[in-house]
């Protein structure tokens, strides 16, 4: 490792500060010229001296002897409207400090841009044009180093997955905590009992809460961070690629930004579009093409039910030449025709967009056996699933079939077919594909989170735009604001969502605060029946939430992109609390976070893109909480028709999830609503402007 001489005495500092004047940011060079910063926060230092740089493979002279040559400075306020989002117009509001340094013994040069914003700090490297054409990372040096022993939500770095439950702990806690943080499965790819995912929710103090993550993740390896415990400095730590290096660039090159929201009350970090606002505005002159969805599948009877994805059982299965025509099917395979006749006429009834359905190609037979690099040609379908006939079915129904491409992490062969692919989606109407990424990615040794692979996932939500069509990716790097410059990158999942199946209850309250920082998650929400062994008699998991804590999730966890995932027959036993899910819209003009703490409990209320009506979602973590819900964001003088989905006074999320009361009454602006929350549950609320 290299030595960190942000220890030593600075030089002359530089300062940017954010616009209202509360956020400022310090750049010096220590002693031995290696560059360093400090942020101050209402006039206390917040980031202490952190160190800033990088190693390389094949250079010397771009972590110290620097000296600066120039500094620029800019300053931007600009309104921007979103395609699609929280907000439909957001304001982008900085001041910008460059530091121009060189390294005379290298002939080196780096520049350091900072921007302060009011809420947060964003800092990137930018690599001139300079004798070297290309370098090879070997580390980034960039610090972030704390202000004490304060509180974090995180889960442990890996280079594969951020599929894990929060831990909420002291930063000297983490070490204590890194075997529980990875529930029994260590991977291997645990790269230090100390190492932590972005983006991570910290708290200093009840009035300083700060969140570390990335923005516009563009050819360049995921940003893991690395706790030294005995300072509490967190350092970046970016995945490897499979020759072990961490990054080749090709210069002129930028780095994405660091990023640090900063604010005094949880809802700050929740409202902050900092991340948003650090990527490029969108490249793409259409963008009508791009529509929210909500949508329904083919996936919960599946992933809790029991079905299948495959059509047969097969031993010793190879695709090259397994012949289905002389199959015998197994009988449990999901996307046949007649059952996604059902969802289909399930959608239409219901006003859905969308039938997501899974299992629809040949493959699946052994599609995580051995690591293959062809398991799927996403162009064939089983021979029980009429293509041609279910989109047009579909398209009679003013419904569209979503596209599902599980690579099952064999990005060659998925590359190979992508242009078949997507031409498929083309001839038949998909305008959108849920694609996935399960197993140990291909080629061999090359990460999820990796240089190689994050350029994949680019890539196939560019060659996506091409043919109008919108990506949801599954297993992919976790997002870095980057829908704002590809709108039709609508979802990812990177975290845990539905399909596991017994989360604690407070993992809705703080994926607002972690994972959705970057971008919408396709979480899957909307389970209505939590006993799951009562139609699957194998399935001895229960869904630890109730039924309205799932429908405030629409509201909770903003995406553009939502799904129903319970099975029709489940929505059609409680209809009246379907109407909600129904209701709720999937794009906003306005949204206002309430109230929140990270892992206890949150409330947002959103106002309709298309209407004047608003709706409110709050959740709780497994306490159960009384709030008093103010109404007074509602248009003053205006009588809104209130609908409210509320947990009844017993309902639990491990017994009695469906005790749930539904009210219908008429509210003001003047108005306060007492709402009781059970342990795992929540309120969703619909507002109807008379
Ligand atoms: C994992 C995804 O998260 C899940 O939604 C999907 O059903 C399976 N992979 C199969 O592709
Ligand atoms: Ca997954």
Redesign the pocket.
Known sequence: MTAILSALPALAADRVASPDGKISLDFSLTADGAPQYTVDYRGEELVKASALGFEMKDARGFDSGFTVESITRASSDTMWAPVWGENDSIRDNYNAMTVQLVNRRYGTHLNVEFRAYDDGIGLRYVFPKQKKKRLTVTDELTEFAMPGDITAWWIPGDYDTQEYEYIRSSLSGIRRHADDAHMGNVSSSMFSPTGVQTSLMLKANDSTYLNIHEAALVDFPVMHLNLDDTDFVFRSWLTPGRDGDKAHIKLPFSTPWRVIMIGDRATDILASNLVLNLNEPTKYTDTSWIKPVKYIGV?WE??AGGKQ?SYTDAENFDLATFDYSKAKPHGRHSANTDNVKRYIDFAAANGFDQVLV?GWNVGWEDWLGKEKDYVFDFVTPYPDFDLKGLNDYARSKGVRLMM?H?SSGSIPNYERWMDRAYDLMDRYGYNAV?S?Y?GNILPKGENHYSQNSVNHYLRAVQKAADHHIMVNA??AARPTGLSRTYPNLIGN?SAM?T?YQNMSPGHVTILPFTRLKGGPMDF?PGIFEADLSKYNPGNHEHKRATVANQLALYVTMYSPLQMAADLPEHYEAKADAFQFIKDVPVDWKRSIYLDAEPGEYLVVAREDKHSDDWYVGGVTNADARNYDLRLDFLEPGATYRARLYMDGPTAHYDRNQDKYIITEFDVTSADTLPIHMAPGGGFALSLDKL
């Open positions: 996936w599946m992933i994805w899974e599902h599980e849920k996935g399960v599954h297993e999942e969502g399909e899957t």
